[in-house]
């Protein structure tokens, strides 16, 4: 029935302020009113409709994608937006694009690792728009191992430039996203080679298109890969592939703020710590944890509105069959994901703060918190968006035969999210990073070191006093136990940062205590899933973790009246969600029946192909029945 909400009654047994919960998801009231009119414009503006991506070839899906892009453009600069404004536009847009690239790493590169000079004279091309950017690392042959490219800058004194040169086949970029069909510009990451000395990777700006007709420069190879993963989803974007046949650039364009080469072609390193030309990749895993908790609410929303509306067994005297989110086994599996969602909202928000902190000691040349915001970002970003692709995973089975159809939304959801466990660094080997930060701090620790911010606990722990070892020794060897304590060590950060956050003063009735058994509700179910390793080295006994198991169901139940509510906080429009099952009204049946006669399919009776393939069967089965 339209107009009709489905979810009323769940949405009266809410114990606490929805409003009021908004505003603590938003992150403050001025974020919520801002996301509140931004997404509403978008949810208005036919251009921005989507809901048929999943059904577009390749060449007609990527040109509306380039299609929506200028558009939006166009209505950043026509209502005057903000950069606040402008990102939450690309936002609720919601569909990757080259413009990711170009203002998520192409301008934090030069900000970050270029000088003011080098600054004042791209960022302004970029910020107009009048040079589109990517951010040109990976190749065929390496992507992990940064220090293993191969693309090569050989500095030339004769004419002050760079020669910029892939040498083999595995030198090839491959996977830039914004690379393959638009960007003009790339920040190169090559080897310096100066006097036949390898001086490592650093990164340069390229231009690889013209801007009069869009044609490789000369000496450049550029394309797409090809077809990703999933329909619609990651193949709005063009992630390319690029040979460079001994191009020059000028001396100055290479990113200069960590290390110089001077027109005499003398290497200077700047007093900073060479890692800051990874500081790029630094700043956008930071963002993809605070993006993470967007992804996962979103599937967490989807699967609990359906979990209210669907109906399964147990019907009494003929009276209505149980809802699906009743069952325990159905809790047991949404609910901590739900909990993952606000916990991952608040380190995120956490994590920001960290990054912003490190910046400022930079500026004033402390580098000491650099080690541990690496150690931060690359561990949560690996926790987080492990998770989070798991999770949107789950959530699509928590919907049953129905969370199969694209059209609720999951299946493209999912595979738009899982390349972020491989981008920006592969999970495992940003775990191992983790480690190898956890294995220095533990040598520092037996050397009377104190230490301090995330690792603070390491220092209380006794046995750990005691330890003396050595990084490498041993460390290959037990790399997968390594792994399991650096996911460990992530997970404590998430339950010791949404702790702090319960400590804050939070107004709105009731929303505290949703809070609060969410946290408990986070903590315990990884106690539980945990609890053989708690058990097997006596940080808990069996009474205490059966105990714990009995306290997480009680969380189980206190949640369950309040779970639509929790989900309604996340402020989502039916057109950003884009899934049947996730309807605001909850008015799933005739929503899916009607939208099934939508499919191209159904657009003739008999199918194209029925002639050709369909009909001599018949015909010949017609004929094996006469005989
Ligand atoms: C659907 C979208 C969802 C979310 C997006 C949301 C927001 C994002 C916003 C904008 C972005 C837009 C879109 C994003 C989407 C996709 C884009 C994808 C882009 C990419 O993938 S770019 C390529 C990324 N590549 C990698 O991440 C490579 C991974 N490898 C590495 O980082 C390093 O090489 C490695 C493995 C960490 C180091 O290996 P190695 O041991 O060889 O180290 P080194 O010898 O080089 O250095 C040793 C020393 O340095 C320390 N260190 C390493 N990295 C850093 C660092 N980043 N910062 C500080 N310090 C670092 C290391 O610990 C060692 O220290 P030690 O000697 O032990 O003291
Ligand atoms: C959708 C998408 C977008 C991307 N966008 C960009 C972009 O814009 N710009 C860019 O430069 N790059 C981009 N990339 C590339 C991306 O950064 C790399 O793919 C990523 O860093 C992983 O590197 P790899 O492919 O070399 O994986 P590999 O390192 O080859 O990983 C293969 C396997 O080996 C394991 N492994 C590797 N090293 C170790 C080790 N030391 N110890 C134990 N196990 C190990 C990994 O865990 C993994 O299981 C993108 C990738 C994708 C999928």
Redesign the pocket.
């Given at each position: 029935m339209e107009g009709v909400d489905h979810l009323a009654d769940e949405r009266k047994k809410a114990e606490f302020n929805v409003e009021a919960m908004k505003i603590v998801w938003a992150g403050s009231q001025h974020n919520l009113e801002v996301s509140n009119r931004i997404s509403k414009l978008v949810a208005d503006d036919p251009a921005f409709r989507k809901d048929d991506r999943t059904m577009l070839p390749r060449k007609e899906l990527f040109k509306n994608t380039l299609r929506k892009a200028a558009y939006a453009w166009k209505r950043i600069n026509e209502l005057r937006l903000s950069e606040e404004e402008a990102s939450k536009l690309r936002f609720y847009v919601d569909e990757?694009a080259y413009t990711?690239?170009h203002?998520?790493?192409f301008i934090?590169a030069i900000k970050g690792q270029g000088t003011d000079e080098q600054q004042r004279k791209w960022l302004p091309l970029a910020y107009k728009m009048q040079i589109i950017g990517c951010?040109a690392?990976?190749e065929l042959g390496h992507?992990?191992?940064?220090?293993?490219l191969e693309t090569t800058a050989t500095f030339d004194p004769h004419t002050d430039e760079f020669v910029i040169h892939s040498p083999t086949l595995t030198s090839s970029k491959w996977?830039?996203?914004g690379l393959g069909k638009v960007s003009t510009h790339a920040v190169t990451y090559a080897r310096l080679i100066i006097d036949g000395k390898d001086h490592g990777?650093h990164g340069f700006i390229v231009q690889l298109r013209s801007l009069e007709d869009h044609r490789p420069l000369p000496g450049i190879t550029v394309g797409d890969i090809g077809m990703k993963f999933g329909n619609g989803a990651?193949n709005t974007m063009d992630n390319g592939v690029l040979r460079f046949d001994h191009v020059r650039i000028p001396r100055n364009q290479m990113l200069m703020k960590v290390s110089q080469v001077t027109r005499e072609g003398k290497y200077k390193q700047s007093d900073v710590?060479?890692?800051?030309v990874?500081?790029?990749?630094?700043?956008?895993?930071q963002?993809?944890v605070?993006?993470?908790s967007?992804?996962l609410s979103r599937a967490v929303c989807i699967a609990t509105r359906y979990s209210a509306v669907r109906r399964q067994f147990g019907s009494q005297n003929g009276g209505p069959e149980t809802q699906v989110i009743d069952y325990k086994t159905q809790q047991s599996r949404l609910f901590p994901l739900l909990a993952s969602a606000y916990a991952f909202r608040f380190v995120g928000e956490w994590l920001e703060w960290l990054y912003t902190d490190v910046m400022q000691r930079l500026q004033a040349n402390d580098f000491s918190t650099?080690?541990e915001?690496?150690?931060c970002?690359?561990g949560l970003k690996s926790l987080t968006?492990s998770v989070t692709a798991d999770g949107i995973e789950e959530c699509r089975k928590l919907c049953g035969g129905h969370g199969y159809l694209c059209t609720s939304g999951l299946p493209e959801l999912f595979a738009?999210?899982v390349?972020?466990c491989?981008?920006?660094?592969?999970n495992i080997?940003?775990l191992?990073?983790v480690a190898?930060?956890l294995m220095?701090t533990v040598s520092q620790i037996g050397t009377g070191k104190q230490p301090v911010g995330t690792i603070a606990y390491m220092g209380r722990i006794e046995h750990l006093m005691q330890c003396r070892c050595n990084?490498q020794r041993g460390f290959a060897e037990l790399s997968a136990d390594l792994v399991e304590a650096a996911v460990a060590h992530c997970q404590l950060i998430v339950v010791s940062k949404f702790i702090e956050k319960l400590q804050q003063d939070i107004p709105g009735e009731g929303v505290k205590q949703q809070l609060e058994a969410l946290c408990g509700i986070y903590y315990l179910s990884l106690l539980h899933k945990h609890q053989g390793d708690f058990l097997a080295t006596s940080y808990l006994t069996p009474k205490q973790s059966a105990l714990a198991n009995d306290q997480l169901r009680a969380l189980y139940s206190k949640v369950r009246p309040n779970a639509i509510a929790l989900v309604d906080a996340f402020n989502y429009s039916d057109h950003f969600l884009s899934s049947i099952l996730g309807r605001y009204d909850g008015n799933v049946y005739p929503k899916l029946y009607e939208a099934a006669w939508k499919d191209p399919l159904n657009e003739s009776v008999v199918p194209d192909g029925y002639h050709e393939y369909v009909r001599p069967l018949l015909k010949q089965q017609l004929h094996t029945a006469r005989l």
């Open positions: 990757t990711d690239l203002w998520g790493m934090p951010y690392q990976t992507g992990s191992n940064v220090q293993g996977w830039p996203g990777v990651y710590p060479r890692q800051l990874y500081g790029t990749m630094v700043y956008v895993r963002r993809i605070a993006d993470a967007c992804y650099l080690p915001a690496h150690a970002t690359a968006t738009v999210y390349p972020a491989t981008y920006e660094g592969d080997v940003l191992l990073q190898r930060f220095k990084v």
